[in-house]
């Protein structure tokens, strides 16, 4: 007869319980720390949101009105460019510079919170993770969740130190919504999961289909017992009230346009409209069958309708749905991140497959091991955990999301499998299974070595060769030359602008960000334009230099549409004479020059 597992009646965060993970997270993140700590010294973010993040945060400090995250170095001549990100990222590191300043100085107050607060949310990540096994099984399990999400890649490259922009805490909503489906009282889960999923569009409109996944989940929940449909009221509830709430703190009522990259006054209509359909549909005393599912499909139907009727571009474009097509054909398109699993390098692919496989598996087997009270509730975790593993094949950089809610089930089953380990004797099959064991932890370790057997230009699924990240650019390397030049704007690379940004108050023509992608346009135009054609729209523009870093990706990607435009041209040396050299330190990979009066 199978054992069955139960829930163990605890306390949310006992003191215990904290301690241990405090400890472990104090490691994990001195040795994170550690790792990074020549990132950390000389300050080089690697991603330019990241960096963009930081500009944001700055001009908040300087004055920039809370409502306005519009850039006003980022095209400029075009009025800057208004950012979709929301501020509830920007207060855990404006609120650590401000309190540090007046200690440390500026400098030093800004480089220990972008330290301190990725770890911070790390520690909300372990601790949130830990606490579903810990509260399922015991302190062990909690412990190996833990381990899982430090070597979970997709996982600990959002969480690492420098890493400020928002999906770290997308990861940290998520699994409050996860830990709601824990809570025993109905109505007090489907809050907690309201507003978990509520703080996460707030940030980042990507939340949307789990988000949608969720919900429907819990509508099953009401089909297979209707006593339970105070989670799906209680869901719908708060994330229309939470999600109203954070719209008033972050957005305010000065711009009430309807997006399709954050969340807009249609998408509040929507959620509203929801809430009040499914509160007077379970106020209805024993609905049948049908009655429920007319209900279901009103509140359904009338939120499409008004997404259809308000803002129909985002319905079938998501958030990129207002992007210029030549913006998305050749930048957006060659985000790999945003890309579909099948089109990544293997052993990437295989480190956002393997953990929720296991997950799935594992979610599988409990339910079937468990009572009938714990029985739906790893049903439903499967089916979110499912959900979460195939936005991620279409959306890679989503994976992450799946990574870590699967870290308590993998914990789950790793020490199963170290249990029957070390009940065999026969030594060769014991380290067969322990190799087995690393590599469903480390799955891109046999890609990574098949990989080094190849040829040296060969990579694993017969992905192009490894371009020059952004961060070997060391464009703050060149902040005195470029401060010493009067101010203009830059024509830049989309990867550099923001280093740009960073490193002088000089303004840049635009940046990798797709509300600008206007300007965007016109970048790539005059990229793959003629060197005549590049002047013309330049001096025009008013732009006063060119900058550009010769070996990343992005003037690759210019040279396969026209290997004689502008911006491939210079990447050869091949300099028209229009241009004057300014001299920068040679180390730091970065060109620039200034554009010639006459």
């Not at 904290?18 to 990074?36: D, E, N, Q, Y």
């Not at 017992?225 to 000065?254: C, E, H, N, Y």
């Not at 959306?395 to 809610?405: D, F, K, M, Q, S």
């Amino acid at each position: 007869m199978s054992t069955m597992l139960e829930e163990r009646r605890r306390a949310a965060f006992p003191l215990s319980f904290l301690a241990k993970a405090g400890l472990a997270w104090v490691f994990v993140s001195a040795f994170l720390v550690a790792t990074s700590w020549g990132s950390i010294t000389s300050m080089h973010l690697s991603d330019p949101d990241d960096v963009l993040r930081l500009i944001q945060v700055r001009d908040l400090l300087g004055g920039q009105s809370w409502f306005d995250v519009t850039q006003y170095r980022v095209d400029a001549a075009g009025g800057g460019v208004a950012m979709h990100w929301s501020r509830l990222v920007d207060i855990p590191l404006a609120f650590s510079i401000w309190v540090m300043t007046p200690i440390f100085g500026s400098a030093l107050a800004e480089a220990i919170a972008l330290v301190a607060v990725p770890l911070l949310t790390l520690g909300c990540v372990m601790l949130l993770a830990s606490r579903i096994a810990w509260k399922m099984w015991g302190d062990e399990e909690a412990i190996l969740t833990a381990l899982v999400i430090v070597i979970s890649i997709p996982v600990l490259f959002q969480l690492s130190p420098l890493r400020i922009d928002h999906h770290g805490w997308q990861l940290a909503c998520a699994l409050v919504a996860i830990n709601g489906l824990l809570v025993r009282l109905a109505r007090l889960g489907g809050w907690i999961i309201g507003a978990g999923f509520a703080t996460w569009l707030s940030i980042s409109i990507e939340g949307l289909p789990l988000a949608a996944i969720t919900f429907a989940i819990l509508a099953l929940r009401w089909l297979r017992d209707p006593a339970a449909k105070a989670w799906l009221v209680g869901a719908i509830q708060s994330l229309a009230m939470v999600s109203a709430a954070l719209f008033a703190l972050t957005r305010g009522f000065g711009d009430l346009a309807q997006y399709c990259d954050a969340i807009s006054p249609v998408h509040l209509a929507m959620f509203g409209w929801g809430a009040v359909i499914l509160t007077l549909l379970a106020r209805i005393k024993r609905p049948t069958l049908l009655t429920i599912m007319v209900g279901f499909a009103l509140a359904g139907g009338g939120a499409l309708a008004m997404m259809l009727n308000t803002a129909p571009q985002c319905a079938s474009g998501g958030g990129f749905a207002q992007v210029d097509p030549v913006v998305a054909d050749i930048w957006l398109s060659n985000v790999l991140e945003g890309r579909p699993l099948w089109e990544q390098v293997l052993a990437i692919a295989l480190q956002y497959l393997a953990a929720p496989l296991i997950g799935i598996c594992a979610a599988l087997q409990l339910a079937a091991r468990s009572h009938d009270g714990l029985r739906p509730f790893w049903r439903d975790y499967a089916l979110v955990l499912g959900g979460a593993l195939a936005i991620s094949v279409f959306v890679a950089r989503t994976g992450a999301v799946a990574c870590v809610l699967a870290s308590p089930l993998v914990a789950w089953q790793l020490r199963r499998w170290l249990k029957a380990i070390r009940l065999m004797e026969n030594p060769l099959p014991r380290m067969a299974a322990m190799v087995g064991v690393a590599c469903a932890l480390l799955p891109a370790l046999p890609a990574l070595l098949l990989t080094s057997a190849m040829p040296v230009r060969a990579s694993v699924g017969g992905a192009a060769d490894v371009p020059i990240r952004v961060a070997d650019c060391r464009v703050q390397d060149a902040s005195d030359t470029l401060s010493e030049l009067p101010k203009g704007e830059i024509y830049a690379l989309l990867d550099i602008a923001p280093e740009l940004l960073i490193a002088s108050d000089h303004s840049v023509f635009a940046t990798g960000h797709h509300r600008g992608h206007q300007a965007m346009k016109v970048l790539i135009e005059t990229a793959i334009g003629t060197p005549d054609e590049a002047r013309e729209t330049l001096v025009a523009r008013g732009t006063r230099y060119v900058a550009m870093c010769p070996t990343l990706h992005e003037s690759r990607t210019y040279a396969k549409i026209n290997p004689q435009g502008f911006v491939p041209q210079l990447a050869q040396d091949k300099v028209p004479d229009w241009l004057e050299p300014v001299a920068v330190p040679d180390s730091n990979g970065l060109k620039l020059w200034k554009i010639k009066s006459e």
